[in-house]
């Protein structure tokens, strides 16, 4: 059985910076080709923002391009995002989800979710 486990959220001031990390255990290979971060902030719907496939294939959301930096340790299912310059638009909770979905930042085809990581960025 798969599980997907978030860890690192947390509060900052705008400009700040956190690092958010998922291990996903017992993940066979083909259920996480692969991995990526969505956020959902009230009130809104859940959108992909960062993505990565087992062959390095990356993709990002626009509005966090230069700013967040995925990261994948193919060999523990590690995934991490580096988030930097942190906006208060950027509040919301993170989840790390894994599958073979052919739209890397689209949910559908992401079989497997962790519980979510609150990320707040407030002055």
């Known amino acids: 059985q798969v599980q997907v486990v978030e860890s690192g959220g947390g509060s900052v001031q705008p400009g700040g910076s956190l690092r958010l990390s998922c291990a996903a255990s017992?993940?066979?290979?083909?259920?996480?080709?692969?991995m990526a971060w969505f956020r959902q902030a009230p009130g809104e719907e859940r959108e992909g923002v960062a993505a990565?496939?087992?062959?390095?294939?990356?993709r990002y959301l626009d509005s966090v391009k230069g700013r967040f930096t995925i990261s994948r340790d193919n060999g523990k299912d590690t995934l991490y995002l580096q988030m930097d310059n942190l906006k208060a638009e950027d509040t919301a909770m993170y989840y790390c989800?894994?599958?073979?979905?052919?739209?890397?930042?689209?949910?559908?085809?992401?079989?497997?979710w962790g519980q979510g990581a609150q990320v707040t960025v407030s002055s």
């Open positions: 990565e496939s087992r062959v390095g294939a990356i």
């Open positions: 989800a894994a599958g073979n979905a052919k739209t890397m930042l689209a949910s559908p085809g992401y079989t497997e």
């Open positions: 017992g993940c066979p290979w083909w259920t996480c080709y692969n």
